[in-house]
């Protein structure tokens, strides 16, 4: 029987607010409100302890890319655990379902990647990116060459090391944060500036903040730049087409690495395998997470090109690094079915030539409702920028809290989107139908306006 099955919505949330302390969350904003209890899912649909079917316009946490309820990711896992539902792969161990997904991530990844290094999670993920590029430059003999340049409000996740590359001040300014050796540049969000450039000369001028940076600390102190193709957490931020050409100039300028950080865009989201290949570039350590397994089981892990794997192998010694559920045999195997299902389905073809087309063209459109002063999506990865005035641009006052008014309008109304601030941002399962985006549409323009009505009283 599912766990929730056996007690009342109401007797839950009780159990919640007197046993559990929540992620990214203010409990006595929480406590006051009480939490809403999700008991079960199908499809793009999420189903709360009152009955109320809600649409997941945000695949979980941007994860579940290919919807709820696939059995045949269950069965994968039920019979790996049956088979073998733990074992290592550390002190010359492996296992079957570690070995296959390492090949089949090696199939679907840009051509410079023939290894992986796997983790529990995004966070382990960029855990590890931080002691695999200083292992990298230590063991060519530039052990000098540490600082990672990262951007701000990027998210790289939430232990200690991945917060420090993330550049989100609120979490820096809880725990002593970022740790030392790691320093952060301009992010590319255009519609965030004073706007006298063009989208493109801002994204130039963004790019050049790395050099900039670089010049500053010196290239022999620089180890790696760290991005999101487009950053996700931060309210997905997509850069001017200039900005990523100019980035990957720069790396390859100075001999930097360059890791892009695939959490959230890899296998599909941006209606290619990855956001590298989305943007054209040549990055030398990608990170993932998420949609790996459709988050059905915890699985992350780094690519690893060969420029790196190549130096770690050669020069030999131990790297002294790894998690007890570094490449899980349940979660590979997960993982293995879940691949198989995006290659099977043509999901992220369809991303590309179908429904992410149609979701764009209507969600653009939002932009002539009077709140929206900026739509941007590509792929299945949106954000509306809430404004008070579109002409000229005035922001809402932060406390007004127009973005978390919105947000619970559509919840209240059937729809999970996020509100990064004021802006709300969507990223939903890649089997999403037109009807189930037509719905996405509908909801979200009822929502505009009864949250217009709500700020003018
Ligand atoms: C780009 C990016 N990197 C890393 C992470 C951290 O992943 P996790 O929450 O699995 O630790 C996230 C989470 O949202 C993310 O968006």
């Known amino acids: 029987m599912a766990a929730s099955k056996k007690h009342s919505g109401s007797n839950l949330q009780k159990l919640d607010k007197d046993h559990h302390l929540h992620p990214f969350t203010d409990h006595k904003d929480l406590h006051a409100k009480k939490s809403r209890i999700i008991t079960h899912a199908d499809g793009v649909y999420i189903y709360d302890a009152d009955g109320r079917k809600i649409l997941d316009g945000m695949s979980g946490l941007w994860c579940v890319n290919a919807g709820y309820g696939r059995d045949e990711l269950v069965d994968a896992a039920a019979a790996q655990m049956r088979e073998l539902p733990y074992y290592n792969n550390f002190f010359q161990c492996a296992h079957p379902p570690s070995i296959e997904l390492a090949a089949l991530l090696k199939e679907v990844s840009p051509p410079q990647f023939n290894r992986v290094f796997f983790a529990g999670s995004g966070s382990e993920s960029n855990d590890t990116i931080v002691r695999l590029v200083r292992r990298y430059w230590d063991l060519l003999g530039q052990p000098e060459r540490h600082t990672i340049i990262s951007r701000e409000n990027a998210y790289h996740g939430s232990t200690v090391a991945a917060a420090s590359l993330g550049g989100m001040k609120p979490m820096h300014q809880q725990g002593g944060l970022p740790i030392p050796g790691v320093v952060h540049v301009e992010q590319p969000y255009w519609f965030g500036s004073d706007r006298t450039l063009s989208p493109d000369e801002f994204g130039l001028l963004a790019a050049r903040s790395l050099e900039d940076k670089i010049n500053e600390l010196g290239v022999d102190k620089v180890a790696a730049f760290i991005a999101e193709p487009v950053q996700g957490a931060g309210g997905v931020i997509i850069p001017p087409d200039s900005y990523w050409p100019e980035v990957q100039r720069i790396c390859d300028e100075y001999g930097i690495l360059l890791i892009s950080d695939e959490v959230i865009t890899g296998f599909g989201r941006l209606g290619e395998w990855f956001g590298a290949d989305y943007f054209g570039i040549r990055p030398d350590l990608m990170p993932f997470a998420k949609g790996v397994t459709s988050g059905y089981l915890p699985l992350g892990g780094v690519m690893i090109s060969d420029r790196i794997a190549d130096v770690l192998i050669d020069k030999g010694g131990e790297f002294y690094h790894g998690y007890t559920y570094s490449g899980h045999p349940a979660a590979c195997a997960v993982a293995i079915a879940n691949l198989k299902i995006l290659q099977r389905e043509h999901l992220i073809e369809r991303i590309k030539n179908d429904i992410g087309p149609y979701l764009q063209e209507r969600w653009l459109k939002l932009e002539e409702h009077p709140l929206v002063g900026?739509?941007?999506?590509?792929?299945?990865?949106?954000?509306?920028?809430?404004?008070?005035?579109?002409?000229?641009?005035?922001?809402?006052?932060?406390?007004?809290?127009?973005?978390?008014?919105?947000?619970?309008?559509?919840?209240?109304?059937?729809?999970?989107?996020?509100?990064?601030?004021?802006?709300?941002?969507?990223?939903?399962?890649?089997?999403?139908?037109?009807?189930?985006?037509?719905?996405?549409?509908?909801?979200?323009?009822?929502?505009l306006d009864l949250t217009q009505k709500a700020i003018n009283g």
């Open 374 to 447: 900026e739509a941007r999506m590509v792929g299945l990865m949106g954000a509306l920028e809430l404004v008070e005035n579109k002409e000229p641009l005035q922001r809402f006052d932060e406390k007004q809290g127009v973005g978390t008014i919105c947000r619970d309008f559509l919840v209240d109304n059937g729809l999970v989107m996020r509100a990064v601030g004021d802006t709300i941002v969507a990223a939903p399962p890649f089997v999403l139908s037109h009807e189930e985006a037509d719905e996405m549409i509908e909801i979200t323009r009822r929502c």
